[in-house]
């Protein structure tokens, strides 16, 4: 114990310098790791929102059977959407029809 001095350690620029990287990298994969759990997590919380968006209350409803539902909700709405266009169209037609006949 007598040969243990608790003395004041002089670092030279090497020890620094590699104190430092090894120093730096353990947290930074600490606070990668911990970025990337909440990452996980909040598109977890996202894929449930959606999940009871659509009403898919089952508890095996996976992130692709959510994704295949959403996609599958999404073109049954752009098809209506289309099938509203033309009727407008033909609605519109149908009453500058009329209000020409009416002059």
């Not at 659509?54 to 959510?66: F, R």
């Amino acid at each position: 114990m007598g040969s243990e001095s608790l003395g004041p350690v002089v670092e030279t620029s090497e020890n620094r310098s590699s104190g430092k990287m090894n120093q730096g990298k353990a947290p930074r994969r600490v606070h990668k790791a911990e970025r990337e759990k909440m990452k996980r997590e909040h598109l977890n919380e996202l894929f449930l929102d959606l999940a009871n968006t659509l009403d898919l209350n089952e508890q095996n409803n996976g992130k692709a059977s959510i994704l295949c539902e959403a996609s599958r909700l999404l073109k049954d709405l752009l098809c209506q959407i289309e099938s509203l266009k033309k009727e407008n169209v033909s609605l519109l037609s149908e009453s500058n029809y009329v209000t020409m006949g009416e002059k």
